[in-house]
């Protein structure tokens, strides 16, 4: 005869929430490993002391928001609902089963009022990541850097086109003094100031966010995006910078900046890097030669004009400063334009007999030019560095280590998609994530020792 439990959940049990949580549970080991003390010194400046009514304790606060990150709940209205049902959620937040739970609005409330145009957030990642370095978790010798796209809360097809300012790059200064000195170098007359020309340029512009950026590149999907910007270690794939931009930036160009913020912050001693070929450009080459970091970044080949020699057939001397054709011919130096380009020009009279001239040129002079940047060399010394056994190496590891992170935030920690709008919004979930991410690691890592 089959008989009904519904009687028996009826009964009066004796039985503490504690029991009632698995002893592996994630939640369990975060708690007894991750300190949050440092959460309420953090907020206490954003609190009033003696005014106002009672507030919410703020580390429930934010452990209601991790709960959220750890287990990937996109809405916070799921996650109210969520925790009044899980037992493990209740004890984590230090509620009984009979507590009320925060309401949603709450954390919506001081995101809003409370931390708006705070740093309290990348606060509480710069001291997760200093908590792991204090388990020995994070060697700061070896980094890896890319960015993946996160689709903006917002549709591509409203949008209006603006015109808008190109801005100046940031290392202008140095590369005008780097060609003034080249063109002396070479004895040639130093340039005349040109008038600075403001350069315009038409973008699509969200009319639901306007702080998102129309991405359209090669192999991505086309639309308003975000792009977050993220460095691992080596040692145990710590995240130790998050850095969101809008989706239309170039990967290389918040780098630089973000690598002295590690170094800077965390004290970091870095000795390599490892980078994706976005990344391959000559201000970076240029950079991390001069922090005298050894530097792995993939090369993309550019396909030459179907024909025609590439340019790596031309051999470059360095001590004559010279380049020769696969000929034996050379093309000597001609001068350094405003964009840092030394030109490299070939005797016309002896090209006009060449045999292969139709696979070198078509001008009309039968005159050959190449070009080379200022800061070419510290590119050429990156390419050898991703040649070597070390080099092939680090590159390799870059896969495991921060490709290897976006593809855990998004699949399990609900980073694919932007939950609200604004890029300081967006900052917001990147960090915490990130965050949570690092808080399972350290959490899973201790527990392993025990």
């Keep these: ?241 998050v850095h969101v931009t809008e989706g239309n930036i170039h990967d290389s160009k918040p780098y630089l900046e973000r690598l002295d913020h590690q170094i800077q912050r965390f004290g970091f001693d870095v000795e390599a890097v490892g980078l994706d070929a976005g990344y391959l450009t000559v201000p970076i080459c240029r950079g991390l030669d001069e922090r005298n970091i050894f530097g792995v970044i993939a090369h993309r080949r550019h396909k030459s004009r179907k024909g025609f020699l590439p340019k790596w057939k031309y051999q470059y001397d360095p001590k004559e400063d010279k380049y020769t054709c696969p000929e034996g011919h050379d093309l000597i130096y001609a001068t350094t334009d405003r964009k840092g380009y030394r030109q490299y020009k070939s005797n016309p009279e002896v090209c006009k007999d060449c045999p292969i001239l139709d696979q070198c040129t078509q001008n009309k002079d039968h005159q050959k030019t190449l070009t080379r940047h200022v800061w070419e060399e510290s590119k050429e010394k990156v390419r050898e560095n991703r040649l070597t056994n070390e080099g092939k190496w680090i590159y390799r590891m870059r896969k495991e280590k921060v490709e290897r992170s976006f593809a855990d935030s998004k699949e399990l920690h609900g980073l694919r998609y932007c939950r609200l709008r604004g890029k300081e919004n967006v900052r917001e979930q990147a960090l915490m994530t990130a965050a949570c991410q690092n808080m399972k690691k350290i959490a899973l890592h201790l527990d392993r020792r025990v």
């Design 1 to 241: 005869m089959f008989k009904s439990n519904k009687e028996r959940q009826m009964e009066i049990e004796m039985v503490t929430i504690d029991e009632l949580v698995p002893e592996n549970h994630l939640l369990r080991k975060i708690d007894q490993y991750i300190d949050f003390s440092f959460i309420p010194e953090k907020v206490r400046p954003y609190y009033s002391e003696d005014n106002g009514r009672p507030s919410l304790d703020p580390l429930v606060l934010f452990k209601m928001m991790f709960i959220g990150y750890f287990y990937g709940i996109r809405s916070e209205r799921e996650l109210e609902r969520q925790i009044q049902t899980n037992v493990a959620y209740r004890w984590f937040l230090g509620l009984n089963l009979t507590d009320q739970v925060p309401h949603h609005s709450t954390i919506s409330w001081n995101r809003r009022t409370r931390y708006k145009d705070t740093d309290i957030f990348q606060e509480i990642f710069d001291d997760i990541v200093l908590q792991a370095m204090n388990h020995r978790m994070v060697g700061g010798r070896v980094l890896f850097t890319d960015s993946t796209h996160l689709k903006a809360n917002a549709n591509k097809r409203k949008f209006s086109k603006q015109e808008v300012e190109v801005e100046t790059v940031d290392y202008i200064h140095d590369l005008n003094d780097a060609i003034e000195k080249d063109r002396t170098d070479h004895g040639k007359k130093p340039l005349k100031k040109k008038e600075e020309v403001k350069k315009t340029k038409e973008i699509k512009v969200s009319d639901t966010d306007p702080e998102s950026g129309y991405l359209y590149r090669e192999n991505k999907p086309e639309g308003f995006f975000y792009l977050d910007h993220r460095t691992t270690d080596l040692k145990y794939n710590i995240i130790t910078d």
